[in-house]
């Protein structure tokens, strides 16, 4: 059920946070915006999230960072990169370390909405 | 007793000698039997002094001197043998004239031939001399040149006597002069390390004008003439020789003109190559204007790429936000109070997004300027240095002027030097992009009225046309294919942060003339207040 998919957007921009999320909801997701990856972890219920959508660069922890380490607890979230740094070597990085998706901002709309579908439709 | 040493006359010359020899010795013995045996009055001796002077011809001093001798004894012989002791005064007084005739002639004789020997030895001395002046110039390290100048001189006097005083306008204005001086001059000598560098074989023959060797536009020509012009000793600049495959090779010549002028055909030039240094010099100038050009383009590449970065957040932001916003509003029913929330974002957005533009334009402006006194003048001299490949390459020459005593400017040095040096830069490039004939820029500085001083930028390019006149500080506006077109635009905003102003228009003849007007250092005595944005940065 749609409702029940949860889209974590973590990105230290808060219009880009409110952006995102009033998409998503006019497609019938639920989300929740974080503004950066330490108040992502600290958050309650991580579990509760299906899909993250990331920005690289934050303050603290950065995107690729927080990726190694949700892998490395084999977190199983779809993670979605969204970012204006279209460096090939970060990308690289990205896609190798599981990222589903490495998008560069402005963000396609369709495409993200299109991958996000794909993610519930698998469970 | 012979005069002449071995070898020193030929033989028919000495068989004369001979002949000679004999004849004066008959000579004598004939003077000598009529003075004794005949009865003529007259003072026969005398006539020993003609054998004296034919006898000098070939007598030696101390030849001389032993002549002398026996004839005066032969003239007292014979006058004892015909007087006896008892003479009367008539052939006493005549014996003496003939002795003493016989002396001075003797010692005009022999004074005569001290100083002939005199003379060889300072012929001895001055041909040694020379060949040790030969030698010398032959196996000197130093590349030497021996010219022989006179024809110079005479084509130089003419044109005084004509009235010619500015010998440089001359030369500018009749262009093949300097060829024809390379005609005049001739090349007499050249030693074993002049050979040697110009691949020549040690004797081969280089004699002739010196327009073999030196092309016409030979920068050192024109100094060279100039010296000789003007009387002055020395002249020591770089020039262009070609050697013996005709190649041109950079050379350091330097001349000291003879004080005689009866040795101007043996004026001799020192050379020294240098064709490796100017090509080192040549690749660090080329270094040295990639390397400003480099800074200057990375600047304003690094300002792009941080400007595109941070404008891509609210614009990523604005356009999600339409696309929600259609989607509430193409619901069925539409949602209104979402679809307002979505639009108010978006403006919310867009507006950061412009505010995020005129940062960034006044950052141009406003990166910290260190602001001191600075000489204009010093200061476009390093831009010349610092262009001086470029101007160079594209054959076009700086001129700069500064009217009466230019008073120092308020500025930042390195901002400032970045502007005269996108200035002169597109000057050159003008000028090379209108193949214009008449090839210079023109830097002139002048105190100008309001406490501000004037540099302005004059190219003989294309001049601006007047639609471009409007636009060419705006951003992005370029007729160049290369290029962003953000250069006059920065100078722009660079001189107007430090006080000044910068506009363009076309010379009355040909070209453009950008003027940069900048704050003059206050005289002490006059305080007065600055411009505001002149003191943002600040003052050491």
């Not at chain 1, 990222?99 to 299109?114: E, H, N, S, W």
């Not at chain 2, 204007?289 to 304003?300: F, T």
């Amino acid at each position: 059920m749609k409702s029940n998919c949860m889209i974590a957007i973590v990105d230290d921009d808060l219009a880009i946070q409110e952006a995102m999320g009033d998409v998503l909801r006019s497609y019938g997701f639920r989300s929740l915006g974080f503004s950066s990856a330490e108040e992502f972890l600290a958050s309650g219920d991580r579990k509760a999230f299906d899909c993250i959508l990331l920005d690289v660069k934050m303050p603290g922890l950065s995107g690729l960072q927080l990726l190694e380490l949700l892998r490395r607890e084999r977190d199983p979230s779809t993670i979605i990169f969204m970012t204006s740094h279209q460096e090939p070597n970060i990308r690289k990085t990205a896609l190798a370390g599981g990222a589903r998706a490495f998008l560069g901002k402005p963000v396609d709309l369709d495409l993200l909405v299109t991958l996000i579908e794909e993610t519930f439709s698998d469970r | 007793m012979w005069k002449w040493h071995a070898g020193e006359r030929s033989a028919s010359q000495h068989q004369n000698d001979v002949a000679m020899a004999i004849a004066a010795v008959a000579n004598a013995a004939a003077i000598f039997i009529t003075d004794t045996f005949t009865s003529i009055e007259s003072a026969v001796a005398v006539f020993y002094v003609i054998i004296m002077l034919l006898a000098a011809d070939f007598l030696s001093r101390d030849g001389i001197v032993a002549s002398a001798l026996v004839c005066a004894l032969l003239s007292t012989v014979s006058f004892l043998v015909l007087h006896g002791g008892q003479g009367d005064l008539g052939s006493a007084v005549r014996l003496v004239g003939s002795l003493s005739a016989l002396g001075v002639t003797t010692a005009l004789l022999f004074r005569r031939e001290t100083n002939r020997q005199a003379l060889l030895a300072s012929h001895t001395t001055t041909r040694l001399s020379e060949d040790r002046y030969r030698s010398i110039f032959q196996r000197s390290p130093v590349a030497l040149w021996e010219q022989d100048v006179t024809g110079l001189k005479s084509v130089l006097d003419r044109l005084k006597a004509d009235g010619v005083t500015d010998i440089e306008a001359y030369m500018q204005a009749h262009p093949q002069f300097l060829e024809a001086c390379t005609h005049a001059i001739r090349s007499v000598a050249i030693n074993d390390a002049m050979a040697d560098m110009l691949g020549h074989d040690h004797d081969a023959d280089v004699t002739g004008p010196i327009a073999r060797l030196i092309p016409h536009d030979c920068p050192a020509l024109a100094g060279f003439i100039k010296a000789a012009f003007e009387g002055q000793r020395r002249s020591e600049s770089k020039g262009r020789i070609r050697d013996a495959q005709g190649r041109v090779k950079i050379v350091l010549m330097t001349v000291e003109f003879p004080e005689q002028e009866a040795d101007l055909d043996r004026t001799v030039v020192g050379l020294i190559d240098i064709s490796r240094q100017e090509g080192a010099q040549v690749t660090m100038m080329a270094a040295q204007s990639e390397l400003a050009r480099a800074s200057r383009a990375s600047a304003v590449g690094a300002l792009s790429a941080s400007v595109a970065h941070e404008l891509s957040q609210p614009l990523g932001a604005l356009l999600a936000n339409a696309q929600a916003c259609l989607r509430w509003l193409r619901r069925v029913p539409p949602d209104m109070p979402a679809a307002n929330k979505a639009a108010e974002r978006m403006l919310r957005d867009g507006i950061r997004a412009s505010e995020i533009v005129k940062t960034t334009k006044s950052m141009l402006s406003r990166s910290p300027l260190a602001l001191g006194a600075i000489e204009l003048v010093p200061l476009v001299e390093e831009t010349r240095a610092l262009l001086e490949f470029e101007l160079i390459r594209h054959r076009v020459t700086l001129y700069v002027f500064a009217e009466g005593d230019v008073s120092d400017v308020v500025a930042a040095r390195s901002e400032l030097q970045q502007v005269l040096i996108n200035l002169v830069t597109n000057a050159i490039q003008a000028i090379e992009e209108a193949a214009s004939l008449e090839r210079h820029v023109v830097i002139r500085v002048a105190n100008h009225e309001k406490g501000l001083v004037s540099l302005t930028v004059r190219d003989t390019g294309p001049g601006i046309s007047v639609d471009c006149i409007e636009k060419i500080f705006t951003p992005y506006y370029t007729t160049k294919a290369v290029g962003m077109g953000m250069g006059l635009a920065i100078c722009k905003s660079t001189v107007e942060a430090q006080g000044g102003q910068l506009t363009a228009r076309n010379h009355e003849v040909s070209g453009a003339v950008f003027e940069l007007l900048l704050p003059a250092v206050p005289s002490p005595d006059l305080r007065r207040s600055y411009d505001v944005r002149a003191t943002r940065g600040e003052l050491q």
